[in-house]
C-alpha cells in the first residue's frame, strides 16, 4: 500500500518542476530572436503600429514585470493568446481538442511498445542464446537506431502504398464524422456506440502507433531480457523451482514482478519521447495534432502556442512519472523508503 | 531573544545567499557588457534571461535529485560505477545554480527601475 505521505511528497516536488520548466520556456523564447509585435502586425506595418502593438500586448514593461504575469497567467491555467495561428483565440482552447490527438497517439505507440516489447523480452531471456534470442536483440537493436522520419514513409511505401491494408493519413475513414467528446477518437467512437468507425479509427491509429512505438518496444525488451535474466538467477527463483513449482508459474509469479521494477522505470520516461516523436510522426501521417501544430507555431513565431505546448507536454510527462513513481512503489515497496 | 535556526535550513540557506551574491556580482558585470555592445534595455532583458536559464534549471536540477536522487545512487552502487556522485552534492550545487541565477534576475531586475 502506497502511503498518503509519500504521494503527497511528491506532488509538492511538482511544484519546483514545473516553476522551472515555466522559466526555462519564459527563458529560451526571451533569447530567442524576432519580435512577436512585428509578427503580428506583419512585415509591411509601420513603426507606429508594431510600437502600438508592443504596448497592448506588455512587451514593454520591465523583463521582470513580463516574468512575473507569464507565472501569475500560468497560476489562472491562462497561456494567452495565438498571435498567429488562430489570431487571439485562447492557447489553452487550441490545445483543447489538438492535445488528445496526440496522446491518443503516444498512449496506442506505448501500448504497442509494451504489448510487443515484454513478451519479446521474457522470450528472449528465457531461450538466451538461441535464435530466438539473437533475432529479437536484432530487432531490438534496429529499433532503436531507426529514426521516426525514416520508419515512417518507409512503413506507408509499404503497408498502405504498395499493400493497401493501411490508409496514409487522417484519423477516421472519410465516411465517419469524428466525434468531439473526449477529443480521443476510439474513446469518443466507443461511448457513442459507433463500433465501424471505432474500428476505422484503430484502422487509422494502427500505422503511425507502429511508428512511434518502435523505438519503445525496442528498449522496452532489451529492458526486460536483461532485467529477467538478473533475476532468474535468484536464490529465491532457485528456491521456488527446488520446492516443486513449475518453471513457468515461478517465471510468471516470482520473476516477472520483480524484473518489471526497471521496466516501468524506463515506461515512464519513455512516454517523453513518445511525445517529442509525435512530432514527427504527425508531420509524416498528417495527424492534426499538437505535434503537427507545434511545428507550424515555431515556423510562424507564434510563441504563446509553443509555450503552452511546451508547457503542457512538461505537465503531461511529469505526471507519467509521478504515476510510475507511484507503481514502481507498489511493486516494490521498499522504495518508498 | 534569539532566533535559532536549525541546520538544515541554516546551511542551504546560507549557500543560496552565497551564490546569489555571485550571481549579483555576475549579473552586474554582464549588465555592463552586454550595454557595450547595444542598448541597456536589451542587455537587461538578456541577463535577465541567461539568470532565469540558470534559475529553471537549477530548480529542475534540484527537484529531479530530490525525485530520483536515491534510486541513482542505488543504481550506482548496483552497477559499481564508482562515479562519486551522490544525491546531497547534487542537491546542495543545484542550491548554488538556484542562488546564482537568482543573484542575476535580481541585479537586472533592479538595475531596470527607472527606465
Known amino acids: ?337 | 531573544m534569539s532566533l535559532s535556526v536549525p541546520d538544515q535550513i541554516r546551511a542551504p540557506g546560507r549557500r543560496l545567499v552565497t551564490a546569489a551574491l555571485a550571481g549579483a556580482i555576475a549579473g552586474g558585470v554582464a549588465v555592463a557588457v552586454f550595454t557595450i555592445d547595444g542598448d541597456f534595455r536589451t542587455a537587461t532583458e538578456q541577463v535577465f534571461s541567461l539568470g532565469a536559464l540558470a534559475f529553471g534549471l537549477g530548480l529542475l536540477g534540484w527537484s529531479g535529485s530530490v525525485m530520483a536522487g536515491t534510486g541513482i545512487e542505488n543504481m550506482q552502487r548496483y552497477m559499481k560505477t564508482r562515479s562519486n556522485w551522490t544525491e546531497a552534492d547534487s542537491r546542495r550545487a543545484m542550491t548554488r545554480l538556484i542562488g546564482f541565477g537568482l543573484g542575476v534576475m535580481l541585479v537586472a531586475s533592479v538595475s531596470t527601475v527607472g527606465l
Open chain 1, 1 to 337: 500500500m502506497i502511503s498518503k505521505r509519500y504521494i503527497v511528497k511528491r506532488l509538492l516536488l511538482l511544484i519546483p518542476v514545473l516553476l522551472g520548466v515555466a522559466t526555462l520556456v519564459f527563458s529560451i523564447l526571451q533569447l530567442s530572436p524576432g519580435n512577436p509585435a512585428r509578427v503580428i502586425a506583419g512585415e509591411r506595418a509601420s513603426e507606429a503600429a508594431v510600437r502600438e502593438i508592443e504596448r497592448r500586448l506588455g512587451l514593454n514593461d520591465p523583463i521582470w514585470v513580463q516574468y512575473g504575469r507569464f507565472l501569475w497567467d500560468l497560476l489562472h491555467l491562462d497561456l494567452g493568446e495565438s498571435y498567429v495561428y488562430r489570431r487571439g483565440q485562447p492557447v489553452a482552447g487550441l490545445l483543447r481538442w489538438k492535445f488528445p490527438i496526440t496522446m491518443e497517439l503516444a498512449v496506442f505507440g506505448q501500448l504497442a511498445g509494451i504489448l510487443f516489447g515484454i513478451p519479446i523480452g521474457i522470450i528472449s531471456a528465457v531461450k538466451q542464446d538461441s535464435l530466438t534470442d539473437h533475432l529479437s536483440r536484432f530487432g531490438a537493436l534496429t529499433g532503436i537506431s531507426v529514426p521516426i522520419f525514416w520508419s515512417g514513409p518507409l512503413l506507408i511505401l509499404l503497408f498502405s502504398v504498395t499493400l493497401g491494408w493501411f490508409p496514409t493519413s487522417t484519423r477516421i475513414g472519410s465516411e465517419y464524422t469524428a466525434p468531439q467528446v473526449t477529443g480521443l477518437l476510439t474513446v469518443d467512437t466507443l461511448l457513442l456506440g459507433q463500433y465501424e468507425a471505432f474500428i476505422s479509427a484503430v484502422h487509422h491509429l494502427f500505422l503511425p502507433s507502429l511508428v512511434i512505438g518502435v523505438y519503445s518496444m525496442a528498449l522496452i525488451s532489451r529492458m526486460m531480457r536483461s532485467s529477467m535474466l538478473e533475476v532468474i538467477r535468484k536464490d529465491y527463483i532457485r528456491t521456488a523451482r527446488a520446492k516443486g513449482q513449475g518453471a513457468k508459474i515461478t517465471l510468471m509469479k516470482h520473476g516477472f514482478r520483480n524484473a518489471l521494477i526497471p521496466v516501468v522505470t524506463v515506461i515512464g520516461i519513455q512516454f517523453g519521447s513518445l511525445l517529442g516523436g509525435a512530432v514527427l510522426t504527425e508531420t509524416v501521417f498528417a495527424i492534426p495534432g499538437v505535434g503537427k501544430l507545434l511545428v507550424t507555431v515555431i515556423q510562424d513565431g507564434d510563441y504563446p502556442v509553443v509555450q503552452g505546448i511546451v508547457l503542457v507536454f512538461a505537465v503531461v510527462f511529469t505526471l507519467v512519472n509521478l504515476l510510475v513513481d507511484l507503481t514502481y512503489s507498489y511493486l516494490d515497496p521498499r522504495i518508498e523508503q
